[in-house]
């Protein structure tokens, strides 16, 4: 099988490279910022420029290629006027000529902040995104359905949790022994090692699956919950828990300041992804793939994350400005 993947550089992408590059596929990486092309020395990939803005550069990518795992985008809780060109745009210009080149399916890494937060997620709740980040993920879920019911590739949406590991956003802040929780950390949130992250998204591309869903490890914990476990293999670690109000209005302005910089994390609907109430109490897509998670909760996710710190030096793409 020939499989593109998008996103390659980024945290999730570059642990579905990993995975892929020792199986029998063939692998087509794209990358928009050849800078970082230097993670993926060594590994036996096809490495292609692209850009989600650029339809020539799409056409290129697709040629040849029968799935493809799509994770490129602008990875942040900004506005939806900045995310939409990329997630949005990007996506269905991709599904289209997709489409045109004769893809066959296509693995969405979609989201679960489409959901809004207030209660516990399953198969048959309404997806009702209150940040645009969850708005334009959507959009995109949308958009390309739309493609595949017009004849195009077959669609899998798979909407992920907060996935973490050790080349992840919140334990880059872990590594410097300092985390900075906008909130009281009592609320449930999903949670998924990367490696199982890839293993979901990997085994929706090569058996084909279709359809849209949640997916998350096996256990239901608060970030009070996912800190206190951090606590016991890493005592060191701080966790300096800060008002939400006052996170929101400090975000908000930062987040107006740097955003004129480039791609940043800091903005009010940031603090508000973070807040949401998001448990996941189904196991739908871990039983249609026939898989069970590596990790299924996050007491043995977080020290095998620690762990990876010893073979991982990393800079996260939001941090990276070669």
Do not use: C
């Not at 299924?296 to 939001?318: C, E």
């Amino acid at each position: 099988m020939r499989i593109l993947l998008t996103g390659a550089t980024g945290f999730i992408g570059s642990e579905l490279v990993r995975q892929l590059a020792v199986t029998e596929h063939h692998l087509r990486v794209m990358v928009h910022r050849p800078a970082r092309a230097a993670l993926l020395a060594g590994v036996d990939v096809e490495p292609v420029y692209g850009d989600l803005r650029s339809v020539p550069s799409l056409r290129s990518a697709v040629e040849g290629i029968d799935v493809v795992i799509h994770l490129g985008a602008r990875a942040t809780f900004e506005s939806l006027s900045r995310l939409s060109p990329t997630i949005v745009e990007g996506t269905a210009q991709l599904a289209r000529v997709g489409a045109e080149a004769g893809v066959e399916h296509i693995v969405y890494g979609s989201s679960m902040f489409v959901y809004d937060g207030t209660t516990a997620v399953d198969d048959d709740t309404v997806a009702n995104p209150t940040i645009d980040y969850g708005r334009a993920k959507l959009s995109a879920e949308s958009a390309i359905s739309r493609i595949a019911d017009a004849g195009g590739p077959t669609v899998a949406n798979v909407r992920l949790p907060h996935v973490y590991g050790p080349q992840s956003l919140l334990f880059g802040l872990v590594r410097h022994g300092r985390v900075l929780f906008p909130g009281s950390g009592k609320n449930p949130f999903a949670q998924l090692h990367v490696e199982d992250a890839a293993r979901v998204l990997i085994a929706a591309a090569t058996q084909r699956w279709s359809g849209t869903a949640p997916v998350a490890d096996d256990a239901i914990v608060t970030w009070n919950d996912f800190f206190d476990v951090l606590g016991i293999f890493a005592p060191d670690v701080r966790v300096l828990r800060v008002p939400q109000p006052l996170a929101t209005g400090t975000a908000a302005l930062g987040g107006a300041l740097l955003g004129r910089l480039g791609p940043t994390m800091v903005s009010a609907d940031t603090v508000r992804g973070w807040n949401l109430s998001l448990p996941l109490t189904s196991r739908t897509l871990w039983s249609e793939l026939g898989l069970d998670p590596r990790y299924p909760s996050v007491v043995q996710g977080i020290p095998a994350t620690l762990d990876g710190y010893v073979a991982f030096r990393w800079r996260h793409p939001l941090f990276d400005r070669s």
